[in-house]
């Protein structure tokens, strides 16, 4: 699941919970924020996200802060084990993008001592 889709899967859970909590069907709701009641359904259902217009007007009327709207704790996992993945990659990248440079800087030596020997060698030999 995406970023947007675990943002939306919490704004619909809470809005949905917080207009039970007020006592309000979705009709009510959108009549009272000026929507239409597919488009309380579409927020509700994860569709569509809110605008900041829609947020400030939640907020108002459930007399909520915005971060209560946002907030899941799920969510906060979600995002931790993505950036850890990514975080994870980016090491790995590092480390890979290390150990081929660590590689090739140990065969231009081991190439450059062998060339330098086998001239010594070769001088010797004269």
Not at 57 to 80: A, G, M, Q, R, T
């Amino acid at each position: 699941m995406t970023n947007i889709q675990s943002i939306r899967k919490a704004v619909a859970k809470n809005i949905r919970s917080f207009r039970e909590e007020a006592g309000y069907t979705q009709e009510t709701l959108a009549e009272k924020l000026g929507f239409s009641t597919s488009h309380i359904a579409n927020i509700e259902g994860g569709k569509t996200g809110i605008s900041d217009e829609i947020l400030a007007s939640l907020c108002n009327l459930f007399h909520k802060k915005p971060s209560e709207i946002y907030n899941e704790p799920d969510l906060d996992f979600v995002v931790d084990k993505e950036l850890k993945l990514a975080i994870n990659d980016s090491v790995k990248k590092v480390i890979q993008n290390s150990s081929n440079e660590i590689a090739d800087e140990i065969l231009r030596r081991v190439t450059n001592e062998l060339t330098v020997r086998g001239y010594s060698e070769r001088r010797r030999e004269r």
